[in-house]
């Protein structure tokens, strides 16, 4: 049948009619101009009569004979018997032909890929490498755009019709085809050809890993041991990135001070310094050095503080003096100076024993004397040049729950030691038995306030501005005590009576806007060990938990207690457990995610000093 285009509206009718079955015109009307123009078909060439096959080749045509090293003959026949033990596995032969490419014989790259053909048709990749090697375009990739186009054909009623327009008298023939990529190489599913056997070992396997993976997240999150060994590390310091954690060693050839490298994983010791505790370490600004206080020289009078470059390890002396905090800048560090030497060291009586706040030069050493020093433990904020003390007041109850050890056997004890010194003179002798008294006093203060409901002793804080040496005191109802700065310097954290326990507190250095941070209802073991993140969100804090009593003597030296964290603003502190129950000394790093803590061995080490050691845990 004959199908000829209206020449109105261009549908196609049977050749006989004499009406358009769309239109009702005229099938020998004139076309009509703004009618739409029929569809254009494409003429189709009646395919070529194919061409007869070629002759066979003669023998001349063979292909070359293959030369090649013993290295690569030897690859090629481990490849070839892999091809004979399994035939069907279609990367022992794409190997092969590489090898034939790599030695530019493309004919026998190809004839490999031939005979993967012969067992796996399908496979789309080799046939177009194949089509690479030879150069002749892909014969298999007509098979599926034809099975497209049938299937295309019979889904669509106008594809069904045969069309067959009139040109020229002559009736044409048109075809439709539809361009497709060759379909992708399947992909084998392992597990259907693996045994049961081997599945249920797999299945086995992954899940006891994905056992200990929950374990140690939700058990022990994170925690993993920094320093350890026959040693002493305590005294934890976190750089200003948290990259690296300064803290003093006792390795047995004398202590030092070390620095551990998390991205190395491993220590290394920076200087000799027998350092006292955390407070004696202070990072610089841009973490490449630190300022430490350690056992000075003969003419120190005591303690001398020291820089070190990180990097390096070179270390130099400042001063004389303990407490070094850098200021804001980098390039000074505010301290608590010793006594000044006189230019004779023999009148001693020219000596300026009082302690007093000094600027030394981190670079040449030069120091101004400040303001006098009042009061023993003075902690300085650079932020506002400023330094915080506690003034005690002795009363009859305080007397009572501070047992002061001021015995006769134990104050000879100490005036041994002071005599056993480098004291050059009676003066000198007399400066460190007092400082020592001082000391072992305010010790023994803050210890007696371990496990307490409240504060064991009357105390105001007291601020001192550095460059002046006017002193404030910030708080007068003589219910204040354990102030320190929190971590950026801008507020004093502070311990205070409630009524309903120990709370504490934040406020500006002149006393003014105090906020609440840990209500007297949460029980805190050691108000000494309250300290705040760098932003002000978080409080971390030692609180009492059930335990052994013994294994916390054991582990902490003190009753059983752990770490805690509270949220500014909420109520229930959260603890934070690992595999350690009982940690009581911490370093928590700039960003509050990371805690460093000492953990006693309960041994001791060649030397009598108890061995500890430094674990890391993430909250």
């Known amino acids: 049948m004959e199908l000829v285009p209206c020449p109105k509206c261009g549908a196609f009718n049977d050749g006989s009619a004499t009406e358009c079955a769309q239109c009702h015109s005229p099938m020998d009307a004139e076309p009509d101009a703004a009618a739409a123009a029929p569809i254009a078909f494409a003429f189709v060439e009646p395919p070529p009569e194919p061409e007869p096959p070629p002759p066979e080749a003669a023998v001349d045509d063979a292909p070359a004979p293959f030369e090649a090293s013993p290295e690569i003959q030897a690859r090629i026949d481990g490849l070839e018997a892999q091809i004979a033990s399994r035939p069907t596995l279609p990367g022992n032969y794409i190997q092969l032909s590489k090898v034939y490419v790599e030695a530019r014989r493309n004919d026998l790259a190809a004839a490999v890929l031939e005979r993967l053909l012969a067992v796996d048709p399908g496979n789309a990749y080799v046939r177009h490498k194949h089509a690479q090697l030879t150069g002749v375009p892909e014969a298999a990739a007509a098979a599926p755009a034809a099975a497209t186009v049938a299937r295309a054909a019979s889904s669509a009623p106008a594809a069904r019709a045969s069309a067959a327009p009139v040109r020229g008298g002559q009736a044409v023939s048109f075809q439709a085809g539809i361009a497709q990529r060759p379909s992708a190489a399947p992909v084998r599913n392992m597990m259907r050809r693996m045994p049961p056997r081997t599945k249920a070992i797999a299945a086995g396997t992954l899940a006891l890993v994905l056992a200990l993976a929950a374990v140690k997240v939700w058990v022990f999150p994170d925690t993993r041991v920094l320093v350890s060994g026959d040693l002493r590390a305590y005294a934890p310091a976190w750089s200003p990135n948290g990259k690296l954690l300064a803290f003093a060693l006792d390795d047995g050839h004398g202590p030092h001070l070390a620095v551990y490298d998390f991205k190395a994983g491993s220590y290394r010791p920076l200087a000799s310094a027998a350092v006292y505790d955390a407070r004696s370490i202070a990072w610089s600004p841009d ?93 300085v904020s650079p932020l506002v040049q400023k330094a915080l003390s506690e003034k005690s007041r002795e009363t009859a109850t305080a007397a009572a729950a501070v047992p002061v050890s001021t015995g006769d056997g134990e104050f000879q004890d100490m005036t041994q030691r002071v005599a056993e010194g480098n004291a050059r003179n009676i003066a000198q002798g007399s400066h460190n038995l007092s400082s020592e008294l001082h000391a072992r006093q305010y010790m023994e203060k803050r210890k007696a306030s371990r496990d307490a409901a409240r504060l064991p002793y009357t105390g105001d804080l007291m601020v001192t501005d550095i460059g002046s040496g006017s002193v404030v005191q910030v708080t007068q109802d003589g219910q204040a005590a354990y102030g ?136």
């Open 484 to 619: 320190t700065w929190t971590p950026d310097g801008s507020r004093i954290l502070f311990a205070a009576n409630g009524s309903s326990g120990i709370e504490m507190w934040t406020m500006n250095a002149d006393g003014s806007d105090r906020r609440l941070v840990v209500p007297g209802s949460i029980r805190i073991a050691d108000p000494s060990s309250v300290t705040m993140s760098q932003d002000g969100h978080d409080v971390f804090f030692i609180a009492p938990v059930a335990g052994d009593p013994g294994l916390a003597k054991l582990m902490t030296g003190e009753s059983p207690a752990d770490l805690h964290v509270l949220r500014v603003g909420e109520r229930t502190p959260r603890r934070l457990e690992n595999k350690h129950p009982f940690k009581q000394r911490f370093a928590v790093s700039q960003d509050g995610k990371r805690v460093a803590y000492e953990v006693l061995q309960g041994v001791t080490m060649m030397g009598g000093a108890q061995k500890s050691e430094l674990w890391l845990m993430k909250r």
């Open 287 to 379: 973490g490449m050095k630190i300022a430490y206080a350690s056992a000075g020289t003969g003419d120190d009078y005591g303690e001398a503080v020291y820089v070190v470059d990180v990097a390096s390890g070179q270390s130099k002396r400042l001063a004389a003096g303990t407490a070094p905090v850098w200021a804001a800048g980098g390039d000074s560090i505010l301290m608590t100076c010793g006594p000044e030497r006189s230019a004779s060291m023999d009148d001693y009586a020219e000596m300026d024993w009082t302690p007093r706040f000094c600027t030394v030069n981190a670079v040449t050493g030069d120091v101004k004397r400040g303001a006098a020093i009042t009061d023993y433990g003075m902690t």
